[in-house]
């Protein structure tokens, strides 16, 4: 028996009565009327470490789930394939990658594909470059695949296999042959394109600042219309109206199974309250006109975070000019109440306009003068389904003099809300 066989076979054991403790899951509410050919989940960031973690307890919870929420349709109860964006481990060791396969054999039912890519991030931390070939043997399946499922083309690129470099140039040239063998199949149904990384400039915590982004395949894509693409890595919410992302192609962020952060005004990977408790992933569904349908399910909750509907691959209804102009500024009930003790502010939430998410309070002392000056800020725990309807924002520096205290709701666009003061 092989080092690596002994390493799964002892996981796998020691993981069944880990499995029999978990819970069945229940799938939330459907949320309209689509009938679909194809069903998967897509997800990122796993961090798996060692057998039976958190983070292999929420990956076969992810695929429970899944397997209810697809029994639940009367019209199609398949499940066809599970995505995983990557950083699949926390250190990239034997036993972690072990554990991906322990956690993922007793709970996978026939017909269901597991896709995963490796990244240079995490899943390289303990072994580099020999955690693909690891991954590879462990999972009998290759790094970088093209798979076609019920028709529709599904294209995952994981790091490269050469010491030195993040992804290489025989990548680039295999990505966009396997990109032309999809079109040229029919050039009218989506094409389904995973990484780990987010596309520089695309999602939110793409950008130059953010820091999660890289530019590898931004060329490719672009000439690819009905490209759909998955990435994590920032562990960005993914039910923030900007980890949808559509220009010459669509790009989603997976958010990740394990921990949420965010960028805050001029900061960055803010760990924000409970982000541990943050463990997102997709729903996709495409019906045989190649309508898609992506559902965001926060899994602890198990309900739905946001849902989009493309008519069709090419459909570019949100578009980040497009989800600007249709956001609106929150508002405070007209019964809404703010108190103020022990140097908290405390006050009802504002609520959602749009459909989008609020992503920020911020509390400001006006002096008599008319001027603001800002005393305090907090960020709702939007990036999950429970957000309280109370809020409370911790006051600092306060002025000296007499002031009034008032409070503004603000969506991810810097749109506020009238004050409550």
Not at 62 to 73: F, P, S
Request: charged share 25%; glycine share 6%.
């Amino acid at each position: 028996m092989s080092s690596i066989s002994g390493i799964f076979l002892a996981v796998l054991i020691a993981y069944g009565s880990f499995v029999s403790l978990l819970a069945n899951p229940k799938a939330p509410a459907d949320t309209g009327d689509f009938t679909p050919v194809v069903r998967f989940l897509v997800t990122s960031d796993s961090h798996i470490t060692t057998i039976g973690d958190v983070q292999s307890f929420r990956l076969q919870r992810m695929i429970k789930l899944g397997y209810d929420i697809a029994e639940k349709d009367e019209e199609y109860n398949g499940l066809d394939a599970v995505l995983v964006a990557g950083d699949i481990t926390d250190v990239g060791t034997k036993i972690a990658f072990g554990s991906i396969k322990a956690a993922t054999k007793p709970v996978l039912k026939e017909g269901t594909q597991f896709l995963a890519t490796v990244s240079t991030s995490h899943d390289d931390r303990s072994l580099g470059k020999e955690s693909l070939t690891l991954y590879s043997e462990i999972m009998e399946q290759e790094t970088d695949f093209h798979r076609v499922i019920n028709g529709f083309h599904f294209i995952g690129v994981s790091a490269s296999i050469n010491e030195g470099e993040h992804y290489g140039e025989y990548q680039k040239k295999w990505l966009k042959e396997q990109l032309d063998l999809a079109v040229s199949d029919d050039p009218s149904k989506p094409v389904f394109v995973m990484q780990h990384e987010h596309i520089l400039n695309t999602v939110y915590g793409s950008s130059d600042f953010e820091g999660w982004g890289m530019p590898d395949f931004a060329e490719i894509l672009k000439e690819y219309p009905q490209v759909i693409d998955f990435s994590g890595h920032s562990h960005y919410p993914i039910n923030d109206a900007r980890s949808i992302w559509q220009g010459e192609y669509t790009a989603l962020g997976t958010g990740g199974l394990y921990y949420a952060e965010i960028t805050v005004d001029d900061v960055r990977t803010v760990h924000p309250e409970n982000y541990r408790s943050c463990s997102t992933f997709w729903v996709v569904e495409i019906d045989k006109d190649n309508r898609i349908r992506l559902r965001a399910v926060d899994l602890l909750a198990k309900e739905y975070l946001c849902e989009y509907i493309l008519e069709s691959p090419f459909d570019r209804s949100y578009t980040p000019e497009k989800r600007l102009e249709a956001s609106k500024a929150p508002v405070f009930d007209t019964d809404a109440s703010l108190k103020i003790s022990n140097g908290k502010v405390k006050f009802s939430a504002a609520q959602s306009a749009d459909g989008m998410p609020i992503f920020i309070y911020r509390a400001f002392a006006v002096d008599a003068q008319g001027n603001r000056i800002p005393v305090g800020k907090t960020v709702p725990k939007y990036y999950r389904y429970d957000v309280p309807d109370r809020v409370t924002i911790e006051l600092e520096n306060l002025p000296q003099g007499e002031y009034t205290v008032e409070v503004v709701a603000e969506n991810c666009y810097g749109i506020q809300s009238a004050p409550l003061k």
